[in-house]
């Protein structure tokens, strides 16, 4: 019998998802689903093909004690309002690991990500990305996306990961990963191998833009910015008081 996942990396987008997956895919005892992200739970027409369709990414399972499937669209809750409610009817006991990371740097990393596509730009700059694309601040809200799988998964379930611990401190972050998830926190994987597949994606991203023209794409209109960050400021200040987290833990973007 093909099993299902028992743990979920939902997002944040931009938070350090596919590092920690990579991480994660190295370990004996840890398997991954098939294609990393399959937006199973979120997205309708992967849902609509059914339970036994999605285990068959699974089917290279064998006798992990960690299975995972890491879809960062799991956490865009305003834009699939049943993904917790659907994950929690055919996974009830799988344990849910959410990366957060400050919530501007993330945005901009976000922007990043979709910077090109077919050789061309997306979007002019930061400012009309978020004007047109509202998910780029709503994968923000981390305590309404805490808030909404709190409603179904005991916090005991719920595993933060902060962005900025995990790059600074990636093995211990790593192996507290692996405690959570009962695997052998003394296994050891390859950074190195990580850390290549990473620059080598950001590399790639910026390739044909000069610095100056970067520099003018992430250059804030600074009332949009204001704007946003009045936005997130309730949400986040909530979501890190929750973890007793000092206000100004991602600067002063709150305080100032």
């Known amino acids: 019998m093909i099993s299902g996942p028992n743990f979920f990396i939902i997002g944040a987008a931009k938070a350090a998802t596919t590092s920690l997956s990579s991480l994660l895919f190295q370990h004996p005892e840890v398997a991954i689903v098939q294609g990393k992200e399959p937006h199973f739970f979120s997205f309708d027409p992967n849902f609509q093909k059914g339970w036994q369709s999605y285990l068959q990414l699974f089917h290279h399972c064998k006798d992990e004690i960690a299975i995972g499937d890491a879809s960062t669209s799991y956490s865009r809750v305003r834009y699939h309002p049943q993904v917790v ?20 740097e ?34 923000s809200r981390y305590w309404e996306v805490y808030q909404a799988y709190r409603q179904f998964y005991d916090e005991k379930c719920l595993h933060i990961i902060w962005f900025e611990d995990f790059i600074n401190h990636p093995i211990e972050v790593f192996e507290d990963c692996c405690r ?20 080598t994606k950001n590399i790639s991203r910026v390739q044909g833009l000069d610095p100056r023209q ?22 986040n200040l909530q979501f890190l008081a929750h973890f007793e987290k000092p206000c100004d833990y991602w600067g002063d973007i709150f305080t100032s």
Not at 88 to 103: G, L, N
Request: glycine share 2%; charged share 30%; proline share 5%.
């Open 85 to 104: 409610k659907r994950m929690h009817h055919h996974c009830p006991d799988a344990k849910i690991i959410y990366m957060v990371r400050q919530p501007i």
């Open 106 to 139: 993330r945005m901009e990393s976000a922007v990043m990500e979709h910077i090109k596509l077919a050789g061309r730009l997306i979007f002019k700059n930061i400012n009309e990305a978020v004007r047109k694309q509202p998910m780029i601040l709503d994968s």
């Open 180 to 199: 959570f998830l009962q695997v052998d926190s003394d296994f050891t994987p390859d950074m190195n191998l990580n850390e290549q597949n990473e620059r």
């Open 214 to 235: 970067l520099e003018s794409i992430f250059a804030w209109e600074p009332q949009l910015k204001s704007q946003v960050l009045e936005e997130l400021k309730a949400d």
